[in-house]
């Protein structure tokens, strides 16, 4: 059984929901395939079709790795179902008390939509603190999420609907934003016409969206006088800091020999939790010893390996 705490933090983590109904249990195991070798670990089945709890079985059992979830679950018996089932989380469209209370008394994780402040009050009231805004493009979208996170700054959401690689940037460097959910990521077109490259693609490329990953600057090893030097043949200018020159926006001179045989690459990204996920899972671990905090979160660190002798820097937009 797969711990509430974890489950959430992964989810997280992942960053990208996608919401799937089948209308057909054998293309279950396929879909999550296509999903998996994409780079999203994590699935929600909706129970809007009578195949949902079996594709729940169908997937947990394939890959017992990913996060398997039942969606549009609107009663305690549909939750418990999809639980027996193998499902870690539950998703329903409202905030349903039995539901809720269900679902904590048996250790699973529930995630009920609520869009108005006496629905997050009500969730509150229960403990919970990540809560689905459905259906986003309705209820105002990103800014209708973000005037709720004025008053409820301990409150973070999971917007499904409307949601889109058009707009999924809109989304993806806001604190208050658990994840993202939709049905973009996994097409019921692309299920019924077997196209599972088409999935996996689309969580490519929404992963890419979702780091948001761009060239910071680059930073040297070497003495002061080189940021003049730069300064002197380019016009860059100069501005000291604590350990370090920045001459324009894209070169640090590291006053002292930094890490880094010849220095280090800097990459900024719109998560740094999430960078660092998706970092491991394509094979390269961060130095925890060179990690940054401001206000108990990550906003700076290294990889262990670097590239060609440069170090490799990550930065929190």
């Known amino acids: 059984m797969k711990n509430v705490a974890d489950v959430n933090r992964t989810i997280g983590n992942i960053g990208l929901i996608p919401v799937v109904a089948f209308d057909n249990a054998t293309d279950a195991v396929d879909t999550a395939a296509a999903l998996t070798a994409g780079g999203i670990d994590v699935m929600e089945i909706t129970l809007r079709t009578s195949a949902g709890i079996e594709s729940i079985s169908k997937v947990a059992k394939a890959f017992p790795d990913m996060l398997v979830g039942a969606g549009t679950v609107r009663s305690v018996e549909q939750a418990a179902q999809a639980k027996d089932a193998g499902a870690v989380f539950i998703v329903s469209p409202g905030f349903d008390e039995k539901v809720v209370e269900w679902c904590i008394k048996n250790d699973i994780l529930i995630t009920p939509g609520c869009v108005t402040p006496t629905e997050i009050e009500k969730a509150q009231s229960y403990g919970l603190s990540i809560l689905k805004y459905f259906p986003a493009n309705v209820y105002g979208g990103i800014e209708g999420i973000k005037a709720l996170h004025g008053p409820y700054k301990d409150i973070k959401f999971i917007p499904t609907g409307g949601v889109s690689l058009t707009n999924l940037a809109d989304f993806v ?145």
């Open 173 to 317: 460097d806001k604190d208050y934003v658990h994840a993202i959910g939709g049905g973009f990521l996994c097409k019921s077109a692309d299920i019924a016409s077997k196209s599972f490259n088409k999935i996996t693609a689309t969580a490519k490329q929404a992963i890419e969206v979702l780091l948001g990953f761009e060239l910071a600057h680059i930073g040297m090893n070497g003495p002061a006088s080189l940021a003049e030097k730069v300064n002197s043949a380019f016009g860059f200018e100069v501005k000291e800091g604590n350990s370090s020159f920045m001459v324009g926006n894209v070169l640090e001179v590291v006053k002292e020999n930094g890490i880094g045989k010849n220095g280090h690459i800097a990459f900024r990204t719109s998560n740094i939790d999430r960078a660092i996920y998706y970092l491991s899972k394509r094979g390269f671990e961060v130095d925890k010893e060179t990690e940054k905090l401001k206000n108990g979160k990550t906003v700076a660190i290294y990889l262990k390996d670097d590239f060609n002798d440069f170090a490799v820097h990550l930065l929190q937009k």
